[in-house]
Structures are given as C-alpha cells and as structure tokens.
C-alpha cells in the first residue's frame, strides 16, 4: 500500500525512506559508492572539472609577440584572446618551439631578464603542445607553403586542439584544422562562432 499526501490539491506520493533516512531500498548499513547509486537512479554524477569538455585553441607565435612586445595595431585583438583563455574560455596552447622564438625576440627586444618573464607569464597561461618527430613528420606531410605554419597545425591536431589562432589565416590554407583570426577566435571562444 502507497502513503499518499495531498499537497496543493494534486496527489504525490510520498516517498519511502530507508533507515539511514535516504529515499529509496533499505540496503541496510552498506553505502553504495555515489556512481552506482546514480546510475541505479538513472542519471550519471556530474563531471568533475577535468571531464568537462573544453575549447583547445593553439596560438601561433605572431599572437604571443603581438600582446608580449606590445606590437601595434594587433596587440588589441591579441591581448583580448589572450585574455579570454586566461579567464578561462577555453585551453590554450603555444607550439613548443613557439616559446624558444618567443624568448630570443623578446630577449633581443628588451633583455634576458625580460625574456625570461615572458616566458614564465606565457607558460603560467599555456601549455605547450609537443613537437616532436612525428609532428615534424606529419607537418612534412601538410601542403601549406611555410615549414613552420605547418609545424603549427601539426602540432595543433597532435595535441587535439579545435582550431589554431593566427594573424595571417591565409598562411594556413588547407590546414587539417579550422584556422580562426583573433577576434573571430575571441567569438568562437564565447560561443559565438
């Protein structure tokens, strides 16, 4: 026999509570593990903040030396991605010989003090996606008409990026991957595009 409580004019059942005052069987002083009590409800427990599926973008180089030495008219457009993935809008990713260019230009700019500090603040926001012999390998493979560009996309899918960000999209024609400018990275990081 049901116990039925009348509330608000409609008839809901009330539900049985086992002796440890949970809803549901008695499974007397065992506790089910939460994953299988949810997948016996039915449902899945929430992701944890690793499983949450996130936007991999990979920023080539003129990106990071655009924001790093302040380079006008695109340290706006770079400084607002580089912004958006340090607020957490997506992963970001640098090439792994990106940070190696990174540090000579901008030693060369400003000082190895500088150079260093760049790179310590670039690898505190990015992580850096490998490249290795099989990136070199398959970039080989890549009909974009700069070695480097190619390094770049190779890298990008080798480390499972969903685009690669760059000022100069052109470069990067027939890429394996969707290849997005600054601001239109910006949008699709929002949810836009």
């Not at 009348?6 to 059942?13: A, E, F, K, S, Y």
């Not at 991999?56 to 706006?76: S, Y």
């Not at 603040?121 to 974009?144: I, T």
Request: proline share 7%.
């Amino acid at each position: 026999m049901r116990d039925v409580r009348i509330t608000h004019g409609r008839g809901l059942p009330r539900p049985r509570l086992t002796d440890s005052g949970r809803q549901g069987r008695s499974s007397g002083s065992r506790k089910a593990p939460r994953l299988l009590e949810a997948r016996s409800r039915g449902g899945l427990p929430p992701l944890s903040r690793d499983e949450i599926p996130v936007k991999k973008i990979l920023l080539d180089v003129d990106i990071l030396l655009d924001v790093l030495l302040e380079r006008k008219p695109h340290v706006t457009a770079a400084a607002a991605l580089w912004s958006a993935i340090e607020r957490g809008a997506g992963a970001g990713l640098v090439p792994a010989h990106g940070v190696t260019t990174v540090h000579y230009l901008a030693r060369r700019a400003r000082g190895a003090r500088f150079a260093r500090r760049v790179v310590e603040d670039l690898l505190s926001v990015f992580r850096a996606a490998r490249v290795d012999e099989a990136v070199l390998r398959s970039a080989l493979a890549l009909s974009l008409p700069d070695y480097e560009d190619s390094v770049c996309a190779a890298s990008a899918v080798a480390a499972g990026c969903d685009v690669l960000a760059t000022r100069d999209p052109r470069g990067f024609r027939n890429a394996p991957l969707p290849v997005l400018d600054p601001s239109s990275a910006v949008a699709w990081l929002a949810g836009a595009g």
